[in-house]
C-alpha cells in the first residue's frame, strides 16, 4: 500500500457520537404556583405560547432543540457543527428568550398579585454523547455531565436570571452586560463552578471575515527576550556554564521564541554550537529520563561520536543517568553545548536530578554549556506561589508576558494582511496577547471567512475553536488528527504509519502541517501537535469505542516494535483499552524501572496504575487470591517509592494493603505490610501508631524467620524511637542498625541510602544533646556519598544539618545547609525536605539578622506539608513560629503556634516542644505574670531534659537572664554562658554576652 493511496479507515463508533456542546437549560419560574389558579385550557395555551417562542428564537441563533418538557426546554448549540461562538449564541438565546416571556401574556384571569412570566436559565459547555432520540427522550438524547451541571445551574438562577459559566462563557463575558465571576456550589458536584449572572447586552458590535491561507503564527515581538538568549550563548561561546528558564503559561509562546532561538544557534558561523532538544509529556507513558533519551535517540547517526555515545545507549536503567551525564560532559568538552528541555513542569525527579548534576557538573570543569529550559507558572494558591520554583529554581528566569498591543496587532496583520482593521482589534482583545489565542483565531476567521466573534479564555473557548477546526477538515485529515491524537502528543512516523498508512510524505499529513494541528519533530521520523492542548481536544472528542480500538492496535504494534523497553506506553494505551491484565503488568514493570532509576514520583504514578488496573481483574477464588497478594507486593514496592515524600492517600493504601495480607493470613506478607505502614506512617510523622507497627514487624518477621527484614527493622526502630525522642532506646538501635549497614551497604545503593539515614538520625541524636563535634562527624560519614548528588537523601541529611547547626548557634551554616535541603528537596519533588529546608533557613534568617519575612516563609513551609496530611517533626515548625511571633508581641497567633507544637507531642513529637514553653513564658512575662513565666520555663527544661538534651538547658537559662524574673537572672546569664562556651554555640553566646 502506498502512502499516497492509503485509505484511512473511520472506526464506526456504535453508540454516537461525542461532541463538544454548549447548552442552554431554561424553565418557566413559579409554574407550579400558577398552575393552582389557572384553567387547565388557559395553562395548555401558555405552553404552546411558550413552545411557540422556543421554536422561534432557538434556531434562529443556531441552536437545535433537544427536547421541550412542560414548560422547560433545552437546547443545544454546537450541533451539527460546532462554532467558536456557541458560548455567545446561547446567552443571546437565552436574553432574546426572558425579553419574549416577560412580555407574554397568560391568557384568562390573573391574581392581583402577579408578577408576570419569567423565565430562568442555565448555560454550560462540555462533551457530551449524543445519540438519537425518540418520542420519550427528545430529539437527540445527551449523555454526560454537562447537561445536568446545565439543569444545576438553571435551579440554581432566581426568577429572570440568567447563569452562564465561566467555562462556556470565558472571554465572550464582554458581549454582555455580567455580575462579578463568583463560585456556586451545585448540588451533585465536588467542586465550586464558576459563573457570571448576565444581565443584558453590552453595547457592543463585531463583524469579521477572513481571506488568509492558514500558516504559521507569525514571530513578532520578544526583542528583549532573545536579546537575553543571545547575550548568554555569547557567554557560553566563551567558556560558561549557564542555564535560563523560560516560565510562562499555556500558549504565551515559550516554543515559539525558544524555536527562533534556536535556530538562530544553529547557524553560528564563527563557533558552531551542538543544539539538543528534549521534551516532558504529562502522561503515565512518559518514561524516566524522557528528555535527555530523546536527545540519545537524535544523537544515533552522529559522525566522529564519542565512545560515551555507546555506553550511554547500552546502560542499564539504574547507570542510564551516569551514562549520559558522562556522554553530555565529553561532547561539552569537544564543542559548545546547547540542551534544551520543553514542558520542564511534566519532568520525572530523575531527569530533574540529572540536569541539575549537568549544570553542577559542567561549571566545575568550566565547560561551555549553556541549559535552556522552558516551563508553565506555578500554582496559583497564596501557599504555592512564595515557593521558588520545584523544576528550574537554580535557573535565570526570563518570565514571559503576553505580547503587547502593538505586537499582537502585527501578527493578526500578518496572517490575515486584508483583514478589516475593527475586526483585527477585536482578535486582538479577545486573544489578550497570548500568540496561542491569536493564531486559533486567526485560522478560524481564514477558515470561515465570517466575522469572529469573541473568545472565550477557558478551556471550553479553546476546545471550540480547535473542534471547530477539526470539523472541517477533510474526513481523511480529520480521522488521522483523531488518529494522532490518540497516538499522543509526540507521533512516531512508523506507528502512524502502521495505523494509518501515512508517512511524513503524505498529502493528510502535509495538509495537517500547513495548518498547524502536527508538525514534523525536530527529531527524525517524529511529528508533534502543535499544541498539547489540540491533542487534549481532539482525544478527548474521539468516541470512546474509536479510542479503544485504536489504543489496543497502538499497543500491539508497541509490542511487537520492542516492549520490554516500552512498559511506560503500553501501561498508558493498555488502561485506554480496558486491557487491564496488561496494563497491570506494564505499569507494575514500568515502576519497578522507574524505582530502579530513582525517579520516585514517576514510580509512584505507575504503581498507583498498576494497583488501579488489578481492582478490574477477576476477583474468584483462586484468581483473588493471587490478584490480592500482588496487590499488596505492588503497594509495598510504593511505599518504597514515598519514603521521601509520603502523603496520606499513601498511608490509605498501605493500610488496604495490611487488610488484605491479614486476610491472607500469610505472616510473612504481613509482617512486610506492618513494616511499610511503620515507615510512611513515620514519614507522615505518626510516630506513636508507626511503633506500634514495627514492633508488630519484629513479632512477625520472628515468627516467620524473615532475616532480611529482621535486618532492616533495627534502623527504622531506632529512627521511630529518636523521632520520639526516647533517645536512651533509640541510640542503642541505631548502632546496631549501622553496624549491620556498614557491611551491606557495599552490596547496594538502597543499603548505602539506609546506612546514611541511620548515620544522619543517630547524628542529630548526638546534636541534640549537645555532642555537636561527634554529630558533625557522623553527618559528614552520612553525606560523603551523596554530597552533590541531588539524591533525596541529600536533602533530608542537610535538613537535618540545618536543624543541628540551628541548635549550635551557627547560623550562617544552618541557612547554606537549609538552602541545599530546600533545593535538593524541590528537584527530586519531596515536599518535605523542600518545605523544611525552606523553614530552617528562614528561622536562621530571623535569629541572624531579624529578617522580617522569615515568619511569612515558615508559614508558607507549613501551609505546603498540610494537603499531604504529614506532620512529622512539625513541632519544630510551630516551635519556630511560637518564638518568632513572641518575639513580636502577636500574643494571639504565638499561643495558637504553642498549642500547635505541644498537641504534636501526642505523636510523641517533642522536638519543638521546649521552644514553645520558652514562647509562652516569653509571653506571659510581656504580661507580667511572672509566675506563669517561671512555670513555663519549668516546663521548658523538664522538655529538654526529657530529650536529655544540653542546648536546650542553656538557651532556656539565657532566657531566664533575659526576662530577669527574679534576683537570680544574672546567674542563669553566667551558666548560659558557661555552657555555650562549652558547646560552641556561637551565636547563643553572642546573645548572652550583650545581657
Not at 219 to 227: I, K, Q, S
Not at 435 to 453: K, M, Q, S, Y
Not at 743 to 760: D, T
Not at 792 to 809: D, N, P, T
Request: aromatic fraction near 6%.
Amino acid at each position: 500500500m502506498t502512502e499516497s493511496s492509503a485509505p484511512i479507515a473511520a472506526t464506526p463508533a456504535p453508540v454516537g457520537q461525542r461532541r463538544l456542546l454548549t447548552l442552554l437549560f431554561v424553565d418557566l419560574s413559579g409554574s407550579t404556583a400558577m398552575a393552582e389558579w389557572m384553567e387547565a385550557e388557559h395553562y395548555a395555551a401558555m405552553l404552546a405560547g411558550l413552545r411557540a417562542l422556543y421554536e422561534r428564537i432557538v434556531p434562529h441563533h443556531g441552536g437545535v432543540i433537544a427536547r421541550i418538557q412542560g414548560d422547560g426546554m433545552l437546547a443545544v448549540f454546537g450541533h451539527p457543527e460546532v462554532r467558536e461562538d456557541d458560548g455567545r449564541r446561547a446567552t443571546e438565546a437565552a436574553l432574546e428568550l426572558h425579553a419574549a416571556v416577560r412580555e407574554l401574556q397568560p391568557p384568562g384571569p390573573r391574581p392581583a398579585d402577579f408578577p408576570g412570566l419569567a423565565l430562568h436559565s442555565g448555560i454550560h459547555a462540555g462533551i457530551v454523547l449524543v445519540n438519537e432520540g425518540d418520542q420519550m427522550r427528545g430529539r437527540f438524547e445527551l449523555l454526560g455531565n454537562a447537561p445536568n451541571i446545565a439543569a444545576r445551574l438553571s435551579e440554581a438562577a432566581k426568577r429572570d436570571e440568567i447563569i452562564a459559566s465561566e467555562e462556556s462563557l470565558g472571554l465572550q463575558s464582554q458581549f454582555f452586560d455580567t455580575g462579578p465571576r463568583f463560585s456556586l456550589q451545585l448540588r451533585g458536584r465536588a467542586t465550586p463552578l464558576a459563573a457570571y449572572r448576565v444581565f443584558g447586552r453590552a453595547p457592543v458590535g463585531r463583524r469579521y471575515e477572513a481571506s488568509m491561507r492558514r500558516g504559521l503564527a507569525p514571530f513578532v515581538g520578544r526583542g528583549h527576550e532573545l536579546a537575553t538568549l543571545d547575550a548568554a550563548l555569547a557567554r557560553t561561546l566563551y567558556g560558561r556554564t549557564l542555564w535560563l528558564g523560560i516560565r510562562a503559561g499555556a500558549g504565551v509562546g515559550k516554543t515559539r521564541l525558544t524555536e527562533e532561538f534556536l535556530r538562530h544557534a544553529a547557524d553560528q558561523a564563527e563557533r558552531p554550537v551542538q543544539v539538543h532538544r528534549g521534551y516532558c509529556e504529562s502522561y503515565l507513558s512518559a518514561e524516566p529520563l524522557q528528555p535527555f533519551l530523546q536527545m540519545l535517540r537524535a544523537l544515533d547517526g552522529l559522525h566522529d561520536a564519542p565512545p560515551e555515545l555507546f555506553a550511554a545507549q547500552h546502560s542499564q536503567a539504574g547507570q542510564r543517568a551516569d551514562a549520559l551525564l558522562t556522554l553530555l560532559l565529553a561532547l561539552a568538552r569537544r564543542t559548545p553545548q546547547l540542551v534544551f528541555i520543553d514542558d520542564l513542569q511534566w519532568a520525572d525527579d530523575a531527569s530533574l536530578r540529572l540536569l541539575h548534576r549537568l549544570r553542577a557538573g559542567a561549571e566545575r570543569e568550566g565547560l561551555p554549556l549553556l541549559l535552556l529550559t522552558a516551563s508553565r507558572p506555578l500554582p496559583t494558591s497564596a501557599a504555592l506561589q512564595s515557593l521558588p520554583g520545584a523544576n528550574d529554581s537554580d535557573a535565570d528566569l526570563i518570565e514571559l508576558p503576553p505580547l503587547t498591543e502593538t505586537e499582537a496587532a502585527r501578527a493578526v496583520q500578518q496572517l490575515l494582511p486584508q483583514i478589516d482593521p475593527f475586526i483585527a482589534a477585536e482578535v486582538q482583545r479577545h486573544a489578550g496577547g497570548n500568540p496561542l489565542f491569536i493564531e486559533e483565531l486567526c485560522h478560524a476567521a481564514a477558515d470561515t471567512g465570517e466575522g469572529l466573534v469573541a473568545g472565550q479564555s477557558s478551556s471550553a473557548w479553546l476546545a471550540a475553536l480547535v473542534e471547530s477546526r477539526v470539523g472541517r477538515l477533510p474526513p481523511e485529515q480529520a480521522q488521522l488528527v483523531r488518529v494522532a491524537a490518540v497516538i499522543g502528543n509526540v507521533i512516531p512516523v512508523w506507528l502512524l504509519q502502521a495505523l494509518a498508512g501515512c508517512g511524513e510524505q503524505h498529502p493528510a499529513v502535509q495538509a495537517l502541517a500547513a495548518q498547524d494541528f502536527i508538525f514534523p519533530d525536530q527529531r527524525p521520523g517524529h511529528l508533534r501537535f502543535k499544541h498539547g492542548i489540540t491533542r487534549d481536544v481532539v482525544y478527548e472528542a474521539t468516541g470512546l469505542h474509536e479510542r479503544q480500538a485504536l489504543h489496543r492496535r497502538i499497543s500491539a504494534e508497541l509490542a511487537a516494535h520492542g516492549g520490554n523497553e516500552l512498559h511506560e506506553q503500553l501501561a498508558y494505551h493498555d488502561a485506554a483499552a480496558n486491557d487491564w491484565p496488561a496494563a497491570a503488568h506494564h505499569a507494575e514493570a514500568a515502576g519497578d524501572q522507574a524505582l530502579a532509576a530513582s525517579a520516585l514520583d514517576r514510580a509512584k504514578k505507575q504503581f498507583r496504575a498498576a494497583l488501579a488496573a488489578l481492582e478490574f481483574l477477576p476477583d474468584g477464588d483462586d484468581q483473588g487470591r493471587e490478584r490480592r497478594r500482588r496487590w499488596v507486593a505492588i503497594a509495598q514496592r510504593l511505599g518504597m517509592a514515598c519514603v521521601f515524600d509520603a502523603s496520606q492517600d499513601d498511608l490509605r493504601v498501605l493500610k488496604h494493603a495490611a487488610d488484605l495480607a491479614k486476610a491472607s493470613g500469610d505472616t510473612g506478607l504481613i509482617a512486610r505490610t506492618e513494616y511499610w505502614l511503620s515507615y510512611v506512617g513515620y514519614a507522615l510523622g505518626e510516630t506513636r501508631d508507626s511503633l506500634r507497627h514495627a514492633r508488630a514487624a519484629v513479632e512477625m518477621a520472628q515468627d516467620c524467620g524473615d532475616n532480611a527484614l529482621l535486618a532492616q527493622l533495627p534502623g527504622t526502630v531506632g529512627q521511630l524511637q529518636a523521632a520520639a525522642a526516647d533517645y536512651v532506646n533509640a541510640l542503642p538501635m541505631l548502632d546496631l542498625a549501622i553496624a549491620r549497614q556498614r557491611a551491606r551497604a557495599r552490596k547496594s545503593a538502597v543499603n548505602q541510602i539506609g546506612l546514611s539515614f541511620s548515620l544522619c538520625c543517630r547524628a542529630y541524636v548526638l546534636g541534640d544533646q549537645g555532642h555537636f563535634d561527634q554529630a558533625h562527624e557522623i553527618f559528614a560519614e552520612a553525606l560523603a556519598p551523596f554530597d552533590g548528588s541531588g539524591h533525596a537523601v541529600e536533602a533530608s541529611i542537610q535538613g537535618w544539618r540545618a536543624a543541628v547547626l540551628l541548635w549550635q548557634g551557627r547560623w550562617a551554616e544552618a541557612r547554606e545547609a537549609a538552602l541545599v535541603a530546600h533545593r535538593v528537596g524541590a528537584q527530586v519533588r519531596s515536599m518535605f525536605t523542600c518545605a523544611m529546608g525552606h523553614a530552617a533557613g528562614a528561622y536562621g534568617a530571623w535569629m541572624q539578622e531579624a529578617d522580617p519575612t522569615a515568619r511569612q516563609h515558615i508559614l508558607d513551609a507549613t501551609a505546603w506539608l498540610a494537603p499531604r496530611g504529614g506532620g512529622l517533626y512539625s513541632s519544630f515548625q510551630h516551635g519556630w513560629l511560637a518564638d518568632i511571633l513572641a518575639t513580636q508581641g502577636d500574643a494571639g497567633a504565638a499561643r495558637h503556634h504553642v498549642a500547635k507544637a505541644l498537641r504534636r507531642g501526642r505523636q510523641h513529637d517533642w522536638i519543638g516542644g521546649a521552644m514553645a514553653y520558652r514562647a509562652a513564658a516569653r509571653l506571659a512575662a510581656r504580661m507580667g505574670d511572672i509566675g506563669r513565666a517561671k512555670r513555663y520555663l519549668g516546663l521548658a527544661r523538664g522538655a529538654g531534659e526529657q530529650r536529655n538534651s544540653l542546648h536546650e538547658a542553656a538557651v532556656t537559662a539565657l532566657l531566664e537572664a533575659e526576662l530577669r524574673l527574679d534576683d537570680h537572672w544574672q546567674a542563669a546569664r553566667d551558666r548560659a554562658g558557661r555552657e555555650f562556651e562549652r558547646l560552641g554555640m556561637t551565636g547563643f553566646l553572642e546573645r548572652a554576652l550583650q545581657l
